[in-house]
């Protein structure tokens, strides 16, 4: 079956401009993560959607950072007012429901701000 | 702060030796500990996960546990060069999301 999917895989902006990353999670899974992982660092939480409830935002470092889940399935994370510093690897995860042992994660979208 | 801390590494073992991986975590509630490999340029895929305290063998891994000491490790036994990766430990407590590491980075020498 299909696994988690991103789009784009690679995303080139210029500081200032707004970006939009796109997750597909595994069907079925009600459960979706987004991270950020910059080189050679360990991947930093950013959000996570759990079926219908509020989102946990704690994670999202600022609020040019913010996040949808349309009809529970297809997230979108959006970077506004991009910075070099944005630049990193930016992971999407999905996961059964609650309690669930194993994250799958996509393949990533590489966000490099000029 | 949930903090989970890792040895950059690198890790350098002799094909066939057992690599040991180690993973310490400051939150006292926590429940769930997962091991996850990712090679370079490639997402992290899960390896092993444990809940209770001692050992949990899967094949090559083990996975040892010890929540009095707030310690996590991965032993890899008969390493081999495709087992060269960064090994991210990740933490979690109850329905919260994980708590990563930022990964020990192995190399397995032929």
């Known amino acids: 079956g299909a696994g988690v999917s991103q789009s784009p895989s690679n995303k080139v902006t210029e500081k200032g401009k707004d970006v939009e990353l796109r997750c597909d999670p595994i069907?079925?899974?009600?459960?979706l993560y987004w991270y950020r992982q910059s080189l050679g660092q360990g991947l930093e939480f950013l959000i996570y959607f759990q079926g219908n409830s509020a989102p946990d935002k704690s994670g999202l470092p600022s609020d040019r950072f913010s996040a949808e889940r349309t009809g529970g399935s297809v997230s979108t994370l959006t970077i506004q007012r991009t910075q070099q510093e944005d630049s990193a690897v930016y992971l999407c995860?999905?996961?059964?429901?609650?309690?669930?042992?194993?994250?799958?994660f996509g393949p990533g979208t590489r966000l490099t701000v000029l | 702060q949930k903090e989970v801390e890792q040895n950059s590494g690198p890790l350098s073992v002799p094909e066939g030796a057992i690599a040991s991986l180690n993973c310490t975590y400051s939150?006292?509630?926590?429940?769930?500990f997962f091991w996850y490999r990712q090679y370079s340029g490639k997402s992290p895929e899960l390896i092993m996960f444990i809940y209770s305290n001692g050992d949990k063998e899967d094949g090559r891994f083990t996975a040892q546990l010890n929540k009095a000491s707030q310690y996590v490790s991965l032993l890899i036994r008969d390493s081999q060069p495709s087992d060269s990766a960064t090994y991210l430990c990740?933490?979690?407590?109850?329905?919260?999301?994980?708590?990563f590491g930022k990964g020990t980075r192995l190399s397995v020498i032929a």
């Open positions: 069907s079925g899974h009600t459960a």
């Open positions: 939150d006292r509630g926590s429940q769930s």
């Open positions: 990740a933490v979690r407590g109850g329905n919260t999301p994980l708590v």
């Open positions: 995860a999905s996961s059964l429901p609650r309690g669930s042992n194993e994250q799958f």
